[in-house]
């Protein structure tokens, strides 16, 4: 055996001891091969399964800055949290994944890594799909690329390296050997293919990953597609790029490859073009709008956020021509949906929904410019949001979940709301928008027709209720959306409820709002609305009611009480368990009646770290959780924090410490 096969048998004996006490390793088998995921990011494909024989030793993410800055595994990536299993999986049968950074060695180019590995029952493939998050304060420009570590039937030495330009592969074999794997990125075109022997890329040390930042930058940024190779005795590397990317502060970019396995070259395409297959139908989903119905109303989710209702189904008739979230920092700095959406991703159906029978789920920004416009530039304020609906069969209302995050270096206190452009039964012009304070739905209707739109806050008490005549909402042009930001922040962020509309010829606008929020720079928070329709009044707050109902229920953690236990008699904050504690810990605490609640965390300074809970909790016994991370995501330092809680007109505080 040689040097180095001896050292990669003891590092394994290693890692199998840690793994029985700290879960080091996770491993997903599919019948056909296996996978082994470890803490710190890297894959090890094993074939028929993880205990039979590797085929390569290791795949990893690799992202180089420059000659003397690059995040490679050997090196600098370590884990964050420890590798885990998602269960229920989402898109396929059996996942796992690590989150995880360049934290061994704490040197440029500081980005961190989350890593999801999916694996399909009886298939000889997998995808790895790879989000690349630059932790620092500062643009960087990184060539991301994968690694692969041939180790064909168990063996280093003698493999061939080769690319393959017909199928966009890089695979390895030996010889007459059965067994072929491969490499094929699956989210783009390549950007290069580069293979090398031990030797060469390692030649300090061959019994080890001893290369330089400079040859594994090379064997990353550099362009074309390197030659095939015959490994000497030591073995060889290669690697399938993916070419560079542009990065601000805290942003992220993914890319995805598949991985997989033949007995011969013909059986390797194969499963190639299978895995390629897979991720176009389940992670590829880039479609502009994703339609859903119930049987009593359908929606339309768009890619850059909006909401479309139509009765009785998708080849109905529109009731609101767009509902959207709004963020108002200031007169000049509104994100709306006509002038600031960006698509980013498209809409996705999720295969497994959590919370109801179908779910959709599109994730967007403010960057939107004029593609046709030369000195076109995104507007502020900088936002990112994420959109997660809920549909429940034979239901006419749907719920909508916005997440809405602060994509600035600063904190700032924005206004939030929805916004709605009201199309009563195909129409615009005649209706009329109101507020019911009884139910808290904001609706419109045209007088004399069946048909009742309306929209909720169901998350926080409203603030506000503003509705316009579109004349005077966008008097410049009234046949598009061009209000002025002024006439947005005024709407959003105004107290008070407005008076019953008539529209004019050319129709309405109205708007819920929820308040507002101030958001540290890269953090979050959540409001939740829903839509509902009736044909007339009393059937469209029947369903209003019966959407707080299941709000209550699938959205907030209300603790059962236990037989005998009664309904608290007063307010109250409970301490931390487990405490001290690393790195997550519960926080319980009751309600005497249903009040808005926010529970946050703060440091020794008071500075905000995290809020844990903001919404509207029912009357009870509720439990939250809080893992040791800031707003950001980033793991908060190890010291005493403080969290207080506010419902209602009440607050209280209490002292945790966090430990690491």
């Known amino acids: 055996m040689s040097p180095r096969s001896l050292r990669i048998l003891l590092c394994a004996v290693l890692l199998l001891g840690l793994a029985a006490a700290s879960q080091a390793v996770v491993n997903l088998e599919s019948g056909k091969v296996g996978l082994r995921i470890s803490d710190a990011g890297s894959i090890r494909f094993v074939v028929p399964g993880t205990s039979g024989t590797r085929q390569i030793d290791r795949i990893n993410i690799i992202a180089a800055l420059n000659e003397k800055a690059v995040c490679d595994y050997n090196e600098d990536q370590d884990k964050l949290i420890a590798a885990y299993t998602i269960s229920p999986a989402t898109i396929a049968d059996f996942e796992g994944g690590a989150f995880y950074g360049n934290v061994s060695s704490n040197l440029p180019p500081n980005v961190n890594f989350r890593l999801t590995v999916y694996v399909w029952k009886d298939q000889p493939y997998a995808i790895a799909r790879y989000t690349v998050i630059n932790d620092s304060s500062e643009m960087a420009s990184l060539y991301l690329g994968a690694v692969g570590v041939p180790r064909i039937n168990g063996s280093y030495g003698g493999e061939t390296d080769k690319w393959d330009a017909d199928h966009h592969i890089a695979y390895c074999f030996r010889g007459a050997e059965a067994g072929y794997a491969g490499l094929r990125l699956l989210s783009q075109t390549p950007y290069s293919y580069k293979a090398l022997d031990w030797n060469v890329y390692s030649p300090a040390d061959p019994s080890s990953d001893a290369a330089t930042d400079s040859t594994r930058y090379h064997q990353t940024a550099d362009p074309d597609f390197g030659p095939e190779i015959t490994a000497g005795g ?359 009646e249903r009040t808005q609640v926010r529970l946050a965390v703060y440091n020794l300074n008071g500075q905000l770290i995290s809020v844990v809970a903001d919404g509207l909790y029912s009357a009870g016994a509720h439990q939250v959780s809080w893992d040791g991370r800031d707003a950001a995501g980033h793991n908060a330092a190890a010291g005493i924090y403080f969290y207080r809680l506010q419902a209602g007109a009440q607050s209280w505080t209490k002292k945790m410490t966090l430990v690491r």
């Not at 993916?242 to 395409?269: K, N, Q, R, W």
């Not at 749907?398 to 009201?422: C, K, Q």
């Open 234 to 592: 030591d073995g060889s590397i290669f690697s399938l790029n993916a070419g560079p990317v542009t990065l601000a502060p805290h942003d992220s970019v993914t890319i995805c490859y598949g991985i997989f396995y033949g007995d011969s070259y013909a059986e390797m395409v194969a499963a190639a073009d299978a895995a390629q297959a897979q991720y176009s139908i389940k992670l590829a989903a880039n479609t502009a709008a994703t339609n859903f119905e119930t049987g009593k109303i359908g929606f339309r989710l768009s890619n850059a956020g909006s909401i479309r209702l139509i009765v009785p189904n998708m080849s109905g008739t529109r009731q609101m021509e767009r509902v959207n979230i709004i963020a108002a920092l200031n007169e000049k700095a509104v994100c709306d949906y006509n002038e600031n959406h960006n698509p980013l991703t498209g809409t996705v159906q999720l295969t497994v929904p959590t919370k109801s029978d179908l779910e959709g789920f599109v994730h967007f920004d403010s960057r939107y410019i004029d593609e046709a416009d030369p000195a076109s530039t995104p507007l502020p304020p900088h936002m990112s949001f994420d959109a997660h609906s809920y549909v429940w069969m034979d239901q006419p209302w749907m719920i909508v979940e916005y997440t809405v995050t602060n994509d600035s270096a600063e904190a700032g206190t924005f206004y939030l709301g929805a916004v709605v452009v009201p199309r009563i039964n195909g129409n615009y012009g005649g209706e009329s928008t109101k507020y019911d304070a009884a139910s808290q739905t904001a609706y419109c209707y045209r007088e004399g027709e069946a048909g009742y739109a309306g929209l909720r806050l169901l998350s926080h008490t409203p603030w506000s209720y503003k509705t316009l005549d579109w004349g005077v909402y966008s008097p410049e042009d009234p046949n598009n959306d061009a209000a002025t930001d002024s006439i947005r922040y005024h709407q959003t962020a105004d107290p008070g409820f407005d008076a019953d509309l008539l529209a004019g010829g050319d129709g309405s606008i109205y708007s819920l709002n929820a308040g507002a929020f101030t958001i540290p720079a890269h953090g979050s928070v959540k409001i939740v609305y829903g839509v509902m329709y009736g044909d007339s009044f009393a059937d469209m707050v029947t369903a209003s009611n019966a959407m707080q109902v299941k709000y209550q229920a699938a959205f907030t953690t209300a603790v059962e009480l236990k037989p005998g236990e009664q309904r608290p008699e007063s307010f109250a904050l409970s301490q931390n368990w487990p405490n001290p504690f690393n790195p997550t810990t519960a926080i319980r605490f009751e309600l005497q």
